[in-house]
């Protein structure tokens, strides 16, 4: 290759005034599409290519792994999706980060070179350190730190489980030095999922830890497209709009020198970009519009969106303020057992057949040793004269967790026993299972500085990166920007109220944040927002939702965006590998939320 700003070789960044920099995503996920990445390569027209693997789920698989044998502990599909595209990415001169490294990055970067020589190609993979901290947990709480929980603030000795990973989430700068000093290829643990666009970004520009806004724009862009396709129509309210669903293609981050981007995606390819699916992913998972991050504080409250046409939409006007002194750790366990079985409510009396079952249920449980939780929760409702059977059927989902020996095939078994003396047309749907370990969730903070941000050169030498904040205090508070949105329309008088569901007037996107719930809720027209704005407060986000009675609710408006983001604590209880809903991620919530009637003026409905 001849070195220029794209060749592997050069140690250099894209000039200021150059053109932007072009980042695409290929994975959002741990078992995220196979083809996505020889895709990506083979499309072009990229600068970086990243892929996301890493959740709060995945680092329990990975930790289970981990735990078996010490040389495993990365997500292995990495490396089946890189023998796929290896020779596009050499052919396109592309770049590659990604987290896929997990709990052993340097196990995967090693795997990563073996690959690489066996297909006859010399490409240089540099690996990034310091997020696990989990040897570290007795020396750091020896020396004070007590690892305090990101909502209660209790120490961590407060947690009655035995930690099997714990990872400190870092920023992108380690990314940055590497690729400025010639990687080809960078593999990382957990950083933030962000930061796998900022750190080239960094690189790109040549952005040091003060350009707090540009750094800001890069993790709002970051955040659009770190979940692959969710930003090109997938995973959104509006999809009945949304061509060739079946498949939509990646996204495209094409990101300025001043840190604005447009968002887009490959021509010919499925999904569209549009200001609603860029705005269902900056609201998807965040709280306060705040957004920290450890390079920066990104304030999404003043992120202006335009659309620009041909599945193209512009970024602009983030402001960024000084990091936290403190980064998130996210420390996963083994908290018990866990075992369900599911059986079938069919024709009439259904509510006296689901109470028979659930007086055998709580009996059980009074009698088994070991149990510490057990639900019985009905799904679907049964149509009346229905004329299928499954028409006229309901489920009954029985969720038991405690020890392995009274919720494992014990309890299943029990339960099985009562297909011939129990309710008329019981059956189930499976057979006795044995259920599985389910995993606990504690997400801490600890102070920057007491990280080892390592970067480790494909040539063997190392180099310990500065903490996002060296003098461990939080960043100055921005100012909202004012909106950006079309005049108020006059509040409407009562006669021209009339019911609708909620969804005929906003779209919505929900997701985890460990145990709590995010609920992004914004209007399909600007006309509507300050009726959202008046008429959504958190009572009547609890009328609306009765599960979130009784649960403590933040709420915060992004006029920008015609957004208001709701942030529901305690919904999924200590986290979504051992919360006992159906839903154990949230992602349904926006959608019960929409499904709601509600008075809204005639003038907003839209059918």
Same mark, same amino acid.
């Given at each position: ?19 932007? #920099? ?21 499309? %072009? ?14 680092? #329990?698989?990975? %930790? ?25 990415? !050499? ?33 240089? @993979? ?77 690189? =790109? ?62 021509? %010919? ?34 992120? $202006?969106?335009?659309? #620009? ?31 369900? @079985? ?13 109470? #028979? ?30 004329? $299928? ?10 969720? !038991? ?109 929900? %997701? ?9 809720? =914004? ?85």
């Amino acid at each position: 290759m001849t070195p220029d700003h794209r060749d592997p070789r050069s140690r250099g960044h894209e000039p200021a005034g150059r053109r932007p #920099l072009r980042v695409g995503n290929c994975s959002g996920f741990y078992g995220d599409r196979a083809s996505a990445m020889a895709a990506m390569a083979r499309a %072009g027209g990229i600068d970086v290519l990243t892929g996301d693997y890493l959740a709060e789920v995945t680092m #329990l698989v990975l %930790g289970k792994a981990r735990a078996k044998d010490s040389t495993k502990g990365f997500a292995t599909t990495f490396l089946q999706h890189l023998d796929a595209a290896l020779e596009h990415l !050499v052919a396109n001169r592309i770049r590659l980060v990604v987290n896929a490294g997990g709990l052993n990055p340097a196990g995967l970067a090693a795997a990563t070179r073996e690959l690489i020589a066996r297909h006859g190609h010399d490409l240089r @993979v540099s690996h990034i350190e310091g997020d696990d901290v989990f040897g570290s947990l007795d020396g750091l709480g020896q020396a004070g730190h007590c690892l305090p929980h990101l909502t209660s603030g209790q120490p961590l000795s407060d947690w009655p489980h035995q930690p099997l990973t714990a990872n400190a989430y870092l920023g992108g700068f380690g990314i940055a030095r590497a690729l400025q000093d010639g990687a080809d290829i960078v593999v990382t643990g957990r950083v933030t999922d962000a930061s796998l666009v900022v750190g080239p970004a960094a690189w =790109w520009w040549g952005w040091t830890p003060d350009d707090h806004d540009a750094l800001a724009g890069a993790v709002a862009a970051g955040h659009v497209i770190e979940c692959g396709p969710q930003a090109t129509g997938g995973n959104f309210s509006g999809f009945r709009s949304v061509p060739d669903l079946v498949e939509p293609g990646f996204p495209i981050a094409e990101i300025a020198a001043d840190g604005s981007s447009v968002i887009t995606k490959n021509p %010919g390819t499925g999904g569209v970009v549009t200001q609603d699916t860029v705005t269902a992913q900056l609201l998807y998972e965040i709280g306060e519009p705040a957004y920290l991050n450890p390079d920066v504080t990104a304030h999404l409250d003043t992120a $202006t969106l335009t659309d #620009l046409g041909e599945d193209r939409v512009g970024i602009s006007g983030v402001r960024g303020s000084a990091p936290p002194g403190t980064t998130k750790v996210a420390i996963t366990g083994v908290g018990g057992w866990a075992n369900s @079985v599911i059986l079938a409510l069919t024709g009439t009396d259904l509510d006296a057949k689901a109470a #028979l079952v659930e007086r055998f249920v709580h009996r059980y449980a009074e009698a088994a040793r070991g149990l510490d939780a057990v639900t019985v929760e009905r799904i679907g409702q049964a149509q009346p004269d229905p004329d $299928t059977q499954n028409a006229g059927t309901e489920l009954l989902r029985i969720t !038991v967790q405690g020890t392995q020996q009274a919720a494992g095939r014990a309890f299943s078994s029990r339960v099985i026993e009562l297909a011939l003396s129990s309710y008329p047309g019981l059956y189930s749907l499976g057979p006795p299972q044995p259920g599985s370990a389910f995993g606990v969730y504690w997400p801490a903070t600890l102070d920057q500085r007491m990280l080892q941000h390592t970067v480790h050169h494909y040539d063997g030498t190392t180099e310990i990166m500065a903490p996002g904040n060296p003098d461990g205090a939080g960043g100055e508070v921005v100012p909202q920007a004012e909106p950006t949105l079309a005049p108020s329309v006059p509040a409407p008088r009562a006669d021209e109220l009339v019911v609708a569901p909620l969804g005929e007037i906003v779209h919505a996107r929900s %997701g985890d944040k460990g145990g709590d719930a995010n609920l992004g809720v =914004w209007v399909r027209d600007h006309e509507a927002w300050d009726w959202l704005r008046s008429t959504l407060t958190i009572d009547e986000l609890r009328r609306l939702l009765p599960e979130t009675r009784g649960l403590e609710i933040s709420r915060h408006e992004l006029p920008n965006l015609g957004a208001v983001n709701f942030l529901v604590r305690g919904l999924l209880g200590t986290g979504a590998t051992s919360t006992l809903r159906l839903d154990s991620q949230a992602k349904a919530l926006g959608e019960w939320l929409r499904s709601r009637n509600i008075k809204v003026p005639r003038s907003l409905v839209r059918s």
